[in-house]
Each structure stands twice: as C-alpha cells, then as structure tokens.
C-alpha cells in the first residue's frame, strides 16, 4: 500500500540558511500534520492542513511556514535556521470521514541537520 | 493542556517475560493511540482505541483503555527481541488535530 513520502529524507544546512521539507499524502487523505522530534525526544505537533486551510497550530516558530497545495502535497519552509532546529521533522497524513479512527500515518521523516 | 505521561521511560527485559507499560492523560480524550518506532526510524501505528473498556491485542501487544482513570496500558506478553523499540501512546483532545505524545517507553529485549 502507498505510504506517505517526505523528501528530502536528510538536509545538511548552515545556521541561518532556509530549508524546504516536502510532504506527499496517502492517495485520497485529505490532512496532513507535522511533527518535529528532538534526540531522545517525542514528537511534538507543529501544524496542520484539512484540504488546503490550517486546521490547527502548535508550537511552530513563527521562522517556519508551511501550506498544502490543490493537489494535497504540503510543504514545511524553515528560514533562519538555528542549532536547535536539528530534528527529525514527520509529516502524517488521514482521511477525515464520519467513521474513521483518525489513525495519523507516518511518513519516514526529514533528517535536518544544521551546522 | 493535554498532557500525556508514560512509564517506565526505560525497560529491559529478559525473553519470555511479560510486562506493562502505562500511559497516563491529564484531561478527557476521545482517541487513544499506541505508535513503536524504530531508532531513526518512522511510527508505525499499533493500536487505536476509542472507548472506555476497549482492548485490542496483535501479536505479542494488548493494548486496553480506561477513560474514568484516564489511564492506557500496552502489555507485553513472552517477550521476543524483534519487540525492542521505543513506544509512544499518544492522545487527541475531541476538539483538536494534534497528537499529543507521551514521553515514549524505550523496551529492550535482552536473551
């Protein structure tokens, strides 16, 4: 079965450069989520889109931005990049229906390290 | 807030053994979630349970829900070293997208 893609899998970048973090849902999900996780460190929630609108905000830096496009691919844009923002970054997506369980799937995360 | 506490934050177990891993939450959920993950690896979803009393199992995991104590347990039976991974139960609040994660349970299944 299709699974969720994020590309690029590592980014190697320098303090205050930017970096872009695509995500590509599951065919037919409709909301995708981002997650950040430190080392040795569980995920915290940054944002999320239901069919192209935020649908809910965490504790994303206000140097990040991210949107979902008309073909449901989100991406995650990161300027002004600090040490600390060396994460492993996950993107989730589902599909939203009256019956769901809401399971959030996992794609296989962004390494990002910066320098 | 929504907050969600696990313990222990560390297992070693022997093969064979059984043991609990239990996850506490601070306010009322509507999902309660079980992921494992792999060291630098993605999660991978286990359990999702939705009411008070549910229990599901796979495998070697069985996962149970008790919303009155707001309080999750995953029980692992006759450990096997293929179970040694970090797991994270994670809740979601009715009113909200978020997952909010517990602090994850490193198992390591030793011979």
């Known amino acids: 079965a299709a699974g969720v893609i994020q590309s690029p899998r590592h980014l190697i970048k320098e303090k205050r450069e930017t970096a872009t973090l695509k995500c590509y849902p599951i065919?037919?999900?409709?909301?995708v989520y981002w997650y950040q996780q430190g080392p040795g460190q569980d995920p915290q929630f940054l944002i999320s889109f239901y069919e192209k609108m935020q649908s809910d905000k965490g504790s994303i830096p206000d140097r990040f931005s991210a949107q979902q496009f008309s073909d449901y691919h989100s991406e995650l844009n990161m300027s002004s990049l600090e040490l600390g923002d060396s994460a492993l970054y996950f993107c989730a997506s589902l599909r939203r229906s009256l019956t769901s369980t809401d399971t959030q799937y996992f794609g296989p995360g962004t390494r990002l390290t910066v320098l | 807030e929504l907050k969600v506490e696990q313990n222990p934050l560390f297992l070693s177990m022997q093969e064979g053994k059984n043991y609990t891993i239990y996850c506490n939450y601070s306010t009322t959920s509507d999902r309660l979630y079980w992921y494992r993950q792999d060291p630098g690896k993605s999660l991978e979803s286990l359990f999702v349970?939705?009411?008070?009393?549910a229990v599901k199992q796979e495998g070697r995991l069985m996962a149970s829900l008790d919303t009155k104590a707001r309080l999750s347990t995953l029980h692992i039976t006759a450990a096997v070293h293929d179970l040694s991974a970090t797991y994270f139960c994670?809740?979601?609040?009715?009113?909200?997208?978020?997952?909010?994660f517990g602090t994850g349970t490193r198992l390591a299944v030793r011979p």
């Open positions: 349970l939705l009411s008070n009393g």
């Open positions: 994670a809740a979601k609040k009715s009113s909200g997208d978020k997952l909010t």
């Open positions: 065919p037919r999900h409709d909301t």
